[in-house]
């Protein structure tokens, strides 16, 4: 049987829709000699476009042509450019591709019809329990299970000559976050209670019965409640929930079983439409269909109390990675804290693959964004990647650079399926550091921590990447105090800096120096007769001489203007005349090689002796100063006289 591998798009793998989802996929790939890919961002929870941003960037990371199919999640992604890219690159590429509840029509589909569902539990409320007044909690207005599941309600409410009114449809996001904010206005409104609020799923379902019960209003005594999709076990909270159960981890399954039969050309229909059915439970009213099983109550339990230690392990882990990361002063300590984080939670493989640029000082644009301006999405991984971390089968190995097309290092004979690699972003906002990989972690990735994990990670990294910057930019202000900018050399402060210690020792030690003043010759006329320009290219022309004259060690510098000055311990009067000799020698040689407009020249002096405390450099300097302007005055009047 032949390998596949398939790329998997999903977003928020913390929530139970996604989740249960995605269990039915990792049951089936092993079936199915399947390894898949899933490309996994955390946007939105946040409630901050930028990191959106940054998020959106892992799922411009696969090259779709290197896959043998797709799976789709894209009712689960928020922004229709970051969909509408996935859907052309997906297109191009050419590749079998299945989309799980939003309906594509060049694609595979697997789904349920959300408006009986609707009309069944909305029907169910008006009928059985004779509501009149309803507020209904919907999912984004763009979303097309929640636009259907909203048509469908509206009908019904309709069909019964019920009153809607503008402030009864609350629309939020599927998150648990919007079902406690529309509880949270409901209250505040200041109006009626209605008989019933109706969630387009269970996790806002659940979060406005909590928000309520905490407020005093009693569900379904006060207000009932009902939610979608049964992502909840019955047992799960205090209340019930009336929900439509539908077969999520199925429809996994079902996804690789369209992708194989595809692939091997076997006969199937392009659409799947599962069947559910509609628990009507305690939280609508109907209390006689609350389960009493005293031994569903000790799962119940044994499930809470393994969901609490399995967050109090995690919660631990994500202590321990953050203090470690976030107390790294360089990227060398950062590297040894993650391998002992991977070492932790050892997985099959982990791969820590950063941009070549991740590093970079450059600012990050912030214009409008992509998603705000509807356009584009972001895609700003380096076409090479660098694996700084690499782990397989319990041991780290040097993987070095990848092609961005290959997504982590392939083993040649691995011939292993039924893996499931997740892809992480890493970013800080939006700057995009790198992603990244693993497949099966001794962690739960399908907890919020997991995201929060990950977000410290990411953090952490960012706070390296400052300190490295922070090094460059410090490095440049050294050069920017230590350096003449114009020459290239020393300018006084850098010579007063690199000379300080070796000065020192000189005068502690009674060690000889040598200090040499050099001028540069007729710079002003070369100014007033050839321009500025040339007269600052003799002064450059002075500096690389003392570059290649200055060959033991000597510290040199640009004194100002056109004056320099050489600096030399333990220096004879012989090293002295040499180096002097060497200097004029080499001035001769620009003179011959370049053919200036004007003919370079110099005059130096020098002093040699030994310092004692109390005294400072510049007194040699003023010495040396004093020397030179006796040799520039002979050739002023050997000019003369040979006129």
């Known amino acids: 049987m032949s390998s596949y591998n398939i790329a998997l798009i999903i977003e928020e793998i913390d929530q139970s829709y996604q989740s249960a989802i995605l269990s039915g996929i990792a049951s089936m790939a092993a079936e199915y000699s399947m390894n898949v890919s899933a490309f996994v961002s955390f946007s939105g929870a946040m409630n901050n476009p930028r990191h959106d941003t940054g998020e959106f960037t892992i799922f411009s990371l696969p090259d779709f042509s290197q896959f043998d199919g797709a799976i789709l999640l894209t009712n689960t992604i928020a922004y229709q450019p970051v969909i509408d890219d996935i859907l052309s690159r997906i297109k191009a590429a050419g590749i079998p591709a299945v989309s799980i509840d939003n309906d594509i029509p060049y694609l595979y589909y697997i789904g349920i019809d959300n408006k009986t569902a609707m009309r069944n539990i909305t029907e169910h409320l008006i009928n059985v329990h004779n509501y009149k007044r309803f507020f209904y909690i919907s999912g984004p207005e763009d979303n097309p299970e929640s636009a259907d599941r909203l048509s469908a309600f509206c ?110 050309s076997l006969p199937q229909q392009r659409n799947i439409i599962l069947n559910m059915s509609t628990r009507f439970t305690e939280s609508c009213g109907c209390c006689e269909n609350v389960s009493h099983d005293i031994e569903a109550f000790r799962e119940f339990n044994y499930r809470n109390y393994m969901r609490f230690e399995e967050a109090q392990h995690l919660m631990s882990s994500i202590n321990l990675v953050s203090t ?31 941009c070549d640029n991740w590093d970079s000082e450059t600012a990050v644009d912030r214009g409008p964004l992509p998603e705000i301006s509807n356009k584009e999405i972001p895609s700003k991984y380096t076409d090479e990647m660098i694996v700084q971390i690499a782990y397989r089968d319990g041991a780290f190995f040097d993987a070095g650079r990848i092609n961005k097309r290959e997504i982590f290092p392939k083993s040649a004979g691995d011939s292993v399926t039924g893996r499931i690699y997740y892809h992480i972003p890493l970013h800080f906002g939006e700057r995009c550091l790198g992603y990244m990989v693993m497949c099966n972690p001794k962690i739960q990735i399908s907890s919020s921590m997991f995201e929060t994990l990950c977000i410290s990670i990411s953090n952490s990294l960012e706070n390296i990447r400052k300190l490295i910057c922070l090094e460059y930019a410090v490095d440049r202000l050294g050069k920017l105090y230590a350096l003449d900018t114009f020459s290239g050399i020393f300018n ?90 060497r200097i004029k020698r080499n001035i001769r040689l620009i003179n011959e090689k370049k053919k200036k407009p004007y003919r370079l020249s110099a005059s130096a002096g020098y002093v040699i002796d030994t310092p004692k405390h109390g005294e400072d450099i510049f007194r040699f300097v003023t010495a040396a100063d004093n020397i030179m302007y006796e040799e520039k005055r002979r050739k002023k009047l050997s000019r003369y006289l040979k006129k």
């Open 324 to 354: 470690g990361l976030l107390g790294c002063y360089n990227f060398d300590e950062y590297i040894i804290q993650m391998k002992k984080f991977v070492s932790e939670i050892s997985p099959d493989e982990f791969y820590f693959c950063l």
């Open 155 to 264: 009908e019904v409410v309709s069909e019964h000559g019920l009153i809607l009114e503008v402030n009864d449809i609350f629309y939020g996001d599927f998150r648990a976050r919007s079902g406690r904010i529309a509880a949270e206005e409901l209250l505040s409104s200041g109006r009626n209670l209605p008989d019933a609020i109706i969630c387009a799923n269970d996790v806002m379902a659940a979060s406005a019965i909590n928000y309520l019960t905490a407020n005093g209003v009693s569900v379904p005594g006060d207000v009932a409640v009902t939610g979608f999709d049964n992502t909840y076990s019955t047992q799960n909270y205090q209340v019930e929930i009336t929900s439509v159960d539908r077969p999520l981890s199925l429809s996994g399954r079902l996804a690789c079983k369209m992708l194989y039969n595809h692939l091997n």
């Open 492 to 581: 006084r402060n850098g010579f007063v800096h690199a000379t300080e210690a070796i000065y020192r020792d000189c005068v502690d030690n009674h060690r000889q120096i040598m200090l040499m003043f050099i001028d540069l010759d007729g710079l002003k006329k070369i100014n007033d007769t050839y321009g500025h320009s040339v007269g600052d290219n003799a002064i450059c022309s002075i500096a690389e001489v003392l570059r290649t004259s200055c060959r033991s060690g000597e510290i040199f510098c640009r004194f100002g203007g056109d004056e320099f000055i050489v600096f030399g311990a333990d220096y004879t009067e012989t090293e002295a005349k040499k180096l002097k000799e």
